[in-house]
């Protein structure tokens, strides 16, 4: 797939995006999250809106927030519940007193927001778009349309430089199926990730993503149909066998998740920890 790479941000350091909207990148590197979270300062009606604080125990990430901002933060937006994206909203909150803003059901007990969101419901003078799969309370956030054309903050469902995980019991591949969809039917210029660099011609790398994973799941369907009942480990060590060692947890949580789907599709069926073609 078309994945992008830019060089290791400066960290701390306040990085023009477009017009209105900045990015401070944290220090919290690793397999999952590229060079780590992305938290995009971006200029509302009201004042800087800070999308994804980011990671809890980084607390220069949050100073750098505060010197960009001047301390003068109108809303703290979370795009989901991840601790990377939410650990520092209780101290970015309390340094400035601003209100959080999420999605309206709540994913974990430490998290509720101040101003519960729905599908459609306008913040900031964005729009938030329910796009559950990679976790129940996902949202994108769009601009409205302007010289850099029609902007879309997509934080993890599409990155620029990986795809998604997808582990249940959060994760469900049905909803991330039809969040991809969703986001087919729309006419979007740029993603703005919550990891990595900035996705300009987006399309793309969404069709690329679903035929992937509709090709990953008829090979799942495939490998149960040719051998006998298998495992989630079994079947990711035959289909990922290429993939990086520090990713194959990742890579098994995958499996099952499109395993329960094909479940809920009546595609196959479980005994147990062995699953089998219905």
């Known amino acids: 797939m078309p994945f992008l790479t830019e060089p290791e941000p400066e960290r701390g350091a306040v990085q023009p995006v477009l017009s209105g909207v900045r990015r401070i990148v944290a220090a919290n590197p690793g397999p999952m999250t590229y060079f780590g979270t992305n938290t995009y300062l971006i200029d509302g009606p009201d004042g800087v809106v800070v999308l994804d604080p980011g990671p809890e125990g980084h607390p220069e990430h949050v100073e750098a927030i505060l010197r960009a901002t001047g301390g003068k933060v109108a809303l703290i937006l979370v795009s989901h519940h991840h601790h990377d994206h939410i650990g520092a909203v209780p101290a970015l909150k309390a340094a400035t007193g601003a209100p959080t803003a999420g999605f309206r059901e709540k994913a974990i007990p430490e998290f509720e927001p101040d101003i519960k969101l ?9 729009t938030a778009l329910h796009t559950p799969g ?4 996902h949202l994108c956030f769009a601009l409205p349309e302007g010289e850099g054309g029609r902007v879309l903050f997509s934080a993890d469902h599409v990155m620029s430089w990986s795809s998604t995980v997808v582990s249940p019991p959060g994760g469900d591949m049905r909803a991330y199926f039809n969040s991809l969809e969703i986001l087919l ?18 399309r793309k790398l ?7 994973r509709q090709a990953r799941e008829r090979a799942i369907q495939d490998a149960l149909v040719d051998g006998q009942p298998s495992d989630t480990y079994t079947l990711m060590n035959t289909l990922y066998s290429q993939v990086d060692a520090r990713l194959r947890r990742a890579a098994e949580r995958n499996v099952l998740a499109h395993l329960l789907k094909l479940e809920q599709e009546g595609q196959v069926s479980r005994e147990g920890e062995l699953w089998r073609a219905a």
């Open 134 to 137: 990679h976790a129940s309370d």
């Open 185 to 202: 039917r729309r006419t979007d210029d740029l993603y703005l990730p919550g990891h990595g660099p900035p996705l300009p011609e987006p």
């Open 118 to 126: 729905d599908d459609g419901s306008r913040i900031a003078g964005m």
């Open 206 to 212: 969404v069709v690329e993503l679903l035929h992937h």
